[in-house]
């Protein structure tokens, strides 16, 4: 089993829709997660932070994490043409011994 | 931007040139990365440099060589690559080691 795992997609949707972007993983000692953002020939660009479960908002941005279950989400509400990224999920159990491992990534097209 | 820098942004190299990386950051960070981004796979982690020290290679082939001179600078030694080594090489920093990552826009690299 990958130790984190995300849909590749390509995921499309309409503009104003609402994006669901989702994360699995293994290891229960992960507290830290991240969200970043790439755009096409960039690097990536954090996005969202947050520390163990419950939910953080920023914008139109909505980070949910659910220990429990080894399941994150990013939400993003009132899509627009440019969120179409790539979105890395990214965690870590926090520690100076604890490397960062990334998702894959899931390809976003918002269409107008 | 995020506060690194990586020159040059695209390089197309033969298998037997020389050639190196840069990286800067202007963060005062204290942890830099180099890591590698193919298509339709997770970031691999290449390299970590904690107060210039070299804290973790990751199974990378001798063919890249890692230098940092000072904890803003990080450079990516490349020699005789091969085809499979065209990727995206990203740079990234972190205040601490292990901490949120800020990357650069990375290196496009093709190997001919």
């Known amino acids: 089993q990958k130790e984190v795992e995300q849909d590749p997609g390509p995921l499309s949707v309409p503009e104003g829709a609402i994006v669901s972007l989702n994360c699995t993983y293994s290891?229960?000692?992960?507290?830290?997660f991240m969200w970043y953002r790439q755009y096409s020939r960039k690097g990536p660009e954090l996005l969202m932070y947050?520390?163990?479960?419950g939910n953080k908002e920023d914008g139109r941005f909505t980070a949910q994490v659910d220990k429990s279950s080894k399941y994150i989400s990013l939400f993003i509400r009132d899509s627009q043409p440019s969120d179409s990224a790539t979105y890395l999920c990214?965690?870590?159990?926090?520690?100076?011994?604890?490397?960062?491992?990334f998702g894959p990534g899931t390809s976003l097209s918002v269409i107008p | 931007e995020t506060g690194v820098t990586q020159t040059p942004r695209h390089l197309v190299m033969g298998m037997t040139n020389k050639k190196s990386l840069k990286c800067e950051q202007h963060?005062?960070?204290?942890?830099m990365y180099w890591y590698k981004q193919s298509a339709k796979k997770p970031l691999e982690l290449m390299f970590v440099?904690?107060?210039?020290?070299?804290?973790e290679n990751n199974s990378v082939p001798s063919r890249f060589s890692p230098e940092c001179p000072n904890s803003s600078h990080l450079f990516l030694h490349l020699h005789t690559l091969q085809p499979e080594d065209s990727a995206l090489y990203l740079c990234?920093?972190?205040?601490?080691?292990?901490?949120?990552?800020?990357f650069g826009p990375g290196t496009r690299l093709l190997v001919l």
């Open positions: 990234a920093s972190s205040p601490g080691l292990w901490g949120t990552q800020y």
């Open positions: 290891n229960s000692a992960f507290q830290y």
């Open positions: 947050t520390y163990s479960s």
């Open positions: 990214a965690m870590s159990a926090g520690t100076s011994y604890d490397k960062v491992i």
């Open positions: 963060l005062g960070h204290n942890a």
């Open positions: 440099y904690s107060l210039e020290e070299r804290v």
